[in-house]
Structure formats: C-alpha cells, structure tokens
C-alpha cells in the first residue's frame, strides 16, 4: 500500500512537471528507460566499463553519478572522477555522497570527511577513521572520528581522546612538548572525565622541564583515575624525583588500594618507609 502510494505521488508529480514543462514525461520516460537499461546491464556483466552503455538523455541528472559508480567498481576512481566532476554544482545528496566516496579513494581524506559530516554520516565517518592507517594517516583519522563525534556526541568521544594521545605521544618522543601540549590541554578541558589524558599532558610538561605543570596535572587527574594504579605510580614517581615524599607515599598507597597485589606500589611503600606494608 505504502509502495503503491509512493508510486502514485511519483506519477502526479511527473505529470504535473510534463504540464509545466511540455517535454517533460517524454523526458522522464527516456530517462527512466535508459536507468533500467543500465542497471540491467550493469547487474549482468560485472566487468562491464561506462564507456559500454549507450549514451545516457541530456536531461538525466544522475546519469553521470551512475556512470561513476560502474567506474568505481572498476577501481577506476579518475574515470568516476571524470563522469561526477561536471555533476558537482547540482545540489544533490547523492552526488555529494559519490563525490565523498571518490575523495576517499583517491586520498582526498579530508574533503570526504567535510561532506560526510556535512551530511549528519556518522557511521560512515566512524568506519572510514576505522580503515585509515595510524602510522600514515592519523590527522585524517582523528578528524574523522571528532567529526562523528561533533554529529553523535558521547559514543565517539573516546575514539577522539584515544586518537589524540596516541598523537600526542608521537610528537612528545620526537621532542615537540608544546605541540602535544597543545592538543592535550584543551582535550582535558573538554574531556575531564577522561583520565588517560592526564599523565600524557604531565609528561609533556615533565620532559619540558615545566616539573611544577606536570605535578599539577596529575593532581588535576585523580579523581579521574581513581581505579588506575598505573597513574597514581606514575604520579609518586614525579613527586619522589621532586623530593616531596609524603606526597610520593600517599600516591603508592593510593595505587596499592587499587591493586593490593601492585608490584611497583609495594615496593615503593618499602623503599619510602623502610618497612613492609
């Protein structure tokens, strides 16, 4: 019933354009015959290149973005290209869409990214990031995944800060602190229940020689790690090199009552106190 509505409204509005515009059916007709033509064909023979089908009326929109899609499944993304360029002005979703998809393709990260989001398609952001390589394109990855979260909020919030610290701990083993610190420090301010980001920030600040920022941060961090003893370790051991050992001591016993069976913990108790615990 549904089907046969939609069917009937499509019809009126065909007629009605026919009547406005007098070519108008007999248009839509050698449009809608040369479409099936062309999916008929093109489900028969996979192999089947563009240039194979019969040139497409000068009045059918999308004729070029199919064009593009048999390109596509040629991995022929400059041919896609080639059939799509001259469609770009329309504004048609699906000609938007096939222009993200040949960006993509082609390396072109950043501007399928801006169109997807443009489009609200989270999940097609979230599974393009998912498939970029973290070595060669871990801008573009990040990018991808804010842009989902910008659309989607809180589900992608963690793929975000994950993302951006691996990030930053590239730029902080190559010795560029302000860099990493740039991108931690406002991620903190937007993300403060994210507890990782805190020793990835004092770090930077620590091999900067900002020893005071660093202890900060972590003591900043600490409700946010209350059930990570790696990070209140990593704390008592910015305080001991600071010499402040009652902090030291409160951060070890703090990771022991995390993990009671905490190697590094209890071998710090011992060594500040002189005494097992």
Do not use: C
């Not at 089947?48 to 390109?71: I, V």
């Not at 993200?100 to 997807?116: D, K, P, R, S």
């Not at 659309?151 to 860099?179: C, F, H, M, W």
């Amino acid at each position: 019933m549904k089907f046969r509505l939609f069917f009937l409204s499509l019809l009126a509005i065909t007629v009605i354009f026919g009547m406005v515009i007098p070519n108008g059916i007999r248009a839509a007709a050698a449009n809608n015959a040369w479409s099936l033509t062309f999916i008929r064909e093109a489900a028969q023979m996979e192999s089947t290149t563009p240039q194979d089908f019969t040139t497409p009326p000068p009045s059918h929109r999308h004729a070029g973005m199919l064009l593009a899609h048999q390109a596509l499944k040629l991995d022929d993304t400059d041919l896609a290209w080639s059939y799509l360029a001259p469609l770009l002005s329309e504004p048609d979703l699906l000609i938007r869409e096939t222009q993200a998809n040949i960006n993509y393709l082609q390396g072109e990260f950043e501007n399928a990214i801006y169109i997807w989001k443009a489009l609200g398609h989270y999940s097609t952001l979230y599974t393009a990031a998912s498939r970029l390589s973290d070595e060669d394109h871990l801008d573009a990855k990040i990018l991808a995944y804010r842009s989902a979260y910008d659309i989607r909020g809180e589900p992608y919030a963690r793929l975000v800060t994950y993302n951006s610290l691996q990030k930053a701990n590239l730029l902080i083993d190559e010795g560029q602190y302000d860099q990493a610190i740039a991108i931690l420090s406002p991620l903190i301010d937007e993300f403060p229940h994210h507890g990782w980001l805190y020793d990835g920030l004092a770090r930077a600040y620590w091999l900067d020689h900002q020893p005071d920022l660093a202890v900060k941060v972590m003591e900043g961090g600490w409700d946010a790690n209350s059930d990570n003893p790696r990070f209140h370790i990593i704390a008592a051991y910015y305080y001991e090199e600071l010499g402040l050992t009652e902090k030291a001591l409160e951060a070890y016993k703090t990771a022991l009552a995390i993990n009671p069976e905490h190697h590094d913990a209890l071998q710090g108790i011992q060594r500040l106190t002189g005494a097992d615990e």
